[in-house]
């Protein structure tokens, strides 16, 4: 059963979160806020936690998964280059609603590039999300937190319990925005390539790119 942490968003201690950040440097999985919908997250170097990631959400293997970072720092952990282009579009829209596709580092797992050698990445927009990442010292998982093919959920309430119970921590930051997610563009060719259309329009990226 998992255990479940209620925080305010506006008014937390970032202390609340040590033992979630604890838990995913061990292994565990851990339900979290994000801007718009709740994310499952785990250590992203540990490989048997990535794996269970895939078992939770019931989710195919060749599909990838996106990290989260706290901060553009650690994309050095994840990623074999930054281009310029992908410099403007972190420094106009991180932290926020832009998933930017790096090419990954050898070292990433397979299981979250599912062998494209590229990883998506993002900068966490909540608070809570960017403290708890914070508190782990390297990226998590930034998956919805939902059965592979289902919608996402931005509250914990209207999570199926099988779900809740099968991860080991839950931080419940209350009724989250929902909405559409995030613009997925790939970086690693020239010119960048919108993948997915979300929050942030295609021509409000060309604009920058372009500025």
């Known amino acids: 059963m998992s255990k479940v942490i209620k925080l305010?968003?506006?008014?937390?201690?970032?202390?609340?979160?040590?033992?979630?950040?604890?838990?995913?440097?061990?292994?565990?999985?851990?339900?979290?806020?994000?801007?718009?919908?709740?994310?499952?997250?785990?250590?992203?170097?540990?490989?048997?936690?990535?794996?269970?990631?895939?078992?939770?959400?019931?989710?195919?293997?060749?599909?990838?998964?996106?990290?989260?970072?706290?901060?553009?720092?650690e994309l050095a952990q994840i990623v074999a280059a930054i281009p310029a282009t992908a410099q403007n579009l972190m420094g106009r829209f991180w932290p926020g609603n832009l998933t930017v596709i790096f090419p990954a580092r050898k070292s990433v797992l397979k299981q979250l590039t599912a062998g494209t050698g590229k990883i998506g990445v993002r900068q966490a927009a909540h608070p809570i999300a960017r403290a708890m990442i914070k508190k782990v010292g390297r990226p998590i998982t930034g998956t919805s937190a939902n059965f592979s093919g289902s919608p996402g959920y931005g509250s914990v309430d209207a999570m199926p319990l099988e779900f809740a119970a099968a991860v080991d921590w839950v931080i419940d930051a209350g009724p989250l925005t929902g909405g559409m997610e995030s613009t997925v563009v790939d970086v690693t060719v020239n010119p960048p390539n919108v993948l997915r259309e979300g929050r942030i329009s295609t021509t409000i990226l060309q604009a920058t790119l372009t500025a």
């Open 8 to 73: 305010d968003p506006k008014h937390f201690d970032p202390d609340d979160l040590n033992e979630a950040a604890r838990g995913i440097r061990e292994g565990k999985s851990v339900i979290f806020p994000t801007s718009g919908l709740y994310g499952l997250g785990v250590d992203a170097a540990n490989k048997k936690a990535v794996e269970r990631i895939f078992q939770i959400k019931k989710r195919a293997s060749e599909k990838p998964i996106l990290l989260l970072i706290s901060s553009s720092e």
